[in-house]
């Protein structure tokens, strides 16, 4: 799968090298991070568009509460 046009990718870094600005993520089959930076298409690989979004890598947000923060 090739994530494109991410507006930043959250790398779990330190410092400086904790997130990257305007790249493109690929996941290898095996479900791990296989290269960060500018990419092209491979035949028959899963495109996802990413544009103006955020990529968090291994997070998921199974809580929250915005809906309560925009009630207050």
């Known amino acids: 799968m090739?994530?494109?046009?991410?507006?930043?990718?959250?790398?779990?870094?330190a410092g400086e090298r904790a997130r990257t600005a305007g790249r493109d993520l690929r996941i290898d089959a095996d479900g791990r991070i296989g290269a960060i930076g500018a990419l092209t298409p491979q035949p028959g690989e899963r495109v996802v568009d990413a544009t103006d979004c955020v990529v968090?890598?291994?997070?998921?947000?199974?809580?929250?509460h915005l809906a309560q923060s925009v009630l207050k």
Do not use: D, E
């Open 2 to 13: 090739l994530i494109r046009n991410a507006a930043a990718i959250m790398t779990g870094l």
């Open 56 to 64: 968090y890598p291994g997070w998921v947000n199974t809580h929250h």
